[in-house]
Structures are given as C-alpha cells and as structure tokens.
C-alpha cells in the first residue's frame, strides 16, 4: 500500500473513531444530566445576589484620606466609617465591623484591602474610583480643568463597559469551567482506554487499527463532546445573565469568550494524553482511581493558585506561573477577563503550552502503544519509558 493511501486510510479511521466517540457520548444520560446541572448551577450564581439581604449595603473604614477622597468612595450603598488611626481601622475590619479597608498616607496611593472573598466586587469598585479621581487630579494638576475637557461621540466605537466587579465574576466562571471541562473530558479519556482494555475489546480494535490512530481518534471524538458542552453551558449562562440583567456584553467578555474555546482545545489535548497512558497502564476499571492520585493532586494545586489568583489578578506571582503549562490554559484566559493579561501575556503562553503539548502527545502516545495490551500486574514507570524507548513492532 502506497503511503499516500495509508494515510487516507488513517484519516478515515481517525474519523470514524472520533465520530462514534461523539455520537455514543453525547446521546448518554450523563452528558445531558450533566449540561443541565451545569447550567442550572450558573442559573443559581447569577440570581443569587436578588436574594441576599443587605447585600448592596457596606461599611467602610477610611483613615489617612483626602476630603476629595472620601467623596468619590461615598455613594449611596457605601457608608464611610473614619478611623483614628490605621490600627482601629485594621482592627474594625478583623472584627467584622467594616466590609473594607482604604488607607492612605501622603508619600503612597490609597490601598484597598478586605477581609472576606466576597467583597473583591466591592474592592474592585473602590479601586476603580480611586484611580478615576487620580486621574482627574493628574489632569488638574497639568492645567486641564473639568469645563476644558470635552467629550466627543465616537460613532459606533464600542469600548469595553464591563465594571470590575462584573470582570471579577466573569474571571471566576471563566476559569471554574474551563478547569472543569478540560479535567472532566481528560477523565472520560482514561475511563474509556481501561474499559476498552478491562472488556479486551483493544485487542479486537488493534488486528485492525493501529493504536496512534485509534488514541488520536478517541481524543478527537471525547474533546469534541467537551467543546460541545461547553459551549451549550456557555450560551445557556450568557442568555440567563443578559435575561437577568447582570452582564454587559463588551469588547473584552467577547474576545475572552472566543480565545477560551482555543485554551479548551491546548489545555485538553495535553491532560487527555497524560489521562490515557495512565489509563493504558491501569489493567482493570477499580486500578484507575489509585493511579491518578498524583494527577488530582496536580489538578487540586492548579485550581488553589486559580482561586487565590482570583484575589489579586494582577500579581506578579500569578503572571509568572500563567506561563507554566498546564497552569496557563486556566490561568491566562482568568487574567484576559479580570483584564490583566496583555497581548504578550497570551501569546507566549500560548506557544509554550503548545510545544509541551506536542511533547506530551509524543510521550504519552509511546506509553499508551506500549502498555495497551499489558494485563496483570502493573509495571512500573520506568520500565515502560525503557520500553516505550525501544523499537516498536510493525502494526497492523
């Protein structure tokens, strides 16, 4: 056979693996139980604020600010609770007598601090005011004054108009689905490799297809029905946020909304490789579970530094591990929806997740060929790495 035809041959194999992986998994129970969960999940996040009382209503502690200040933090939902000194007000906000914190001293800008997570939207508007009046005193301090300044229209110019707090729960949601997706879809990857091998259905599938292709066309199939669902949970929540009145769609939750799909696809290739030599490895159904502790650990420490991120997003610290793979697919489009991350700050985690992406399919692939038909006893790492390392025999 012709190696132009051996590769038609694979390719039509590849879609007919991936096409039965689609069409079995997205008619089960699990697939729409799971969707509908999913979304009634968000469904409850975004009416939940309509019903918590006292809500819109803060206190907060100020000590070492301008009269000016203290005027833009001052709204109607805000009250303002002056401070002696910044040990009352510190100690006010540890007892729970204050929601937030802004100090300020005469050599520094004005620090917002909270002590609760359920206050960074409140932070996030603190913040922005702050700079808003900082700004305006810079240009005031230059010699443009208010009635100087005019505001001219810009056409159909569309900014982005998403407040903090808005871009704060977006990164949240952001990060919380695609974690969930690409770690649920790398899951059902591994189950279905050991199941094919516990039932040795493998050895019926590889007298006829060879095992890249038949790897290749289950990750295909599995990541199509993991892109599937998320973008069925994606516009099920936009369409109950913009019913509910509670997102503005602007220029940045589009753009992140759209660069997500393309973090699903390298984030999802890279665990689905790791999940199915680990599966491959596994000789029955109940091995599994104990054979990817050290991959739900990995995965618990990622969504730690997701949710601690969330706090400050625009930490140095988070900005250097955004760049680790596989920590970036998460990380990188949380920063672009708290509008932390610059083009740069895509683009270059992009490609190193990619380049490791390519060397884990390279590693995993050779793991999977040669531990598929093992049944027994589990072999160890590093036999199977000399293994995977030797000449593989010609396939049929």
């Not at 973008?231 to 099920?236: G, I, M, Q």
């Amino acid at each position: 056979m012709r190696k132009a035809e051996r590769d038609y041959s694979a390719l039509a194999v590849v879609r007919l693996i991936a096409g039965r992986e689609l069409r079995v998994r997205i008619r089960s129970a699990w697939f729409v139980a799971g969707t509908v969960i999913t979304v009634v999940v968000i469904a409850v996040l975004v009416f939940m604020p309509r019903f918590m009382p006292g809500d819109d209503d803060h206190e907060i502690a100020v000590v070492g600010l301008s009269a000016q200040q203290e005027a833009v933090l001052k709204t109607d939902s805000a009250r303002l609770r002056r401070a002696g000194d910044a040990g009352q007000a510190r100690a006010w906000l540890e007892g729970d007598e204050v929601d937030a914190l802004v100090a300020g001293t005469p050599s520094s800008p004005p620090q917002v601090t909270i002590a609760d997570r359920s206050n960074l939207a409140l932070a996030g508007q603190l913040r922005d005011r702050l700079e808003r009046h900082a700004y305006a005193a810079r240009l005031q301090h230059l010699g443009v004054t208010p009635p100087s300044v005019r505001i001219e229209p810009m056409g159909n110019v569309r900014g982005d108009r998403s407040d903090p707090g808005q871009r704060m729960v977006f990164a949240y949601i952001v990060s919380l689905m695609l974690f969930s997706q690409i770690v649920g879809a790398g899951g059902m990857v591994a189950q279905g490799v050991v199941e094919e091998k516990h039932t040795r259905v493998i050895e019926i599938l590889l007298a006829k297809v060879r095992p890249t292709v038949l790897l290749v066309g289950k990750v295909i199939g599995i990541g199509m029905v993991g892109l599937i669902q998320l973008l069925a949970v994606a516009v099920a929540g936009v369409s109950i946020a913009l019913a509910a009145g509670t997102l503005d769609i602007g220029s940045t939750i589009v753009q992140v909304a759209a660069t997500s799909l393309v973090w699903y696809v390298l984030g999802f290739v890279f665990y689905a490789f790791v999940y199915a030599a680990v599966g491959a490895m596994a000789s029955h159904p109940e091995d599994l579970p104990g054979m990817t502790v050290p991959l739900q650990v990995f995965n618990t420490a990622a969504l730690l530094v997701a949710v601690v991120g969330l706090q400050d997003m625009g930490a140095r610290w988070l900005a250097l591990i955004s760049y680790v793979p596989p920590f970036s697919a998460v990380l990188v489009p949380m920063r672009m929806a708290g509008g932390h991350a610059g083009t740069t700050d895509v683009v270059v985690p992009a490609i190193i997740l990619a380049i490791a992406t390519v060397c884990v399919a390279m590693a995993g692939g050779r793991l999977y060929r040669r531990s598929i038909t093992h049944l027994g006893a589990r072999k160890r790492l590093p036999k199977m790495r000399r293994r995977a390392g030797a000449p593989a025999k010609a396939d049929v």
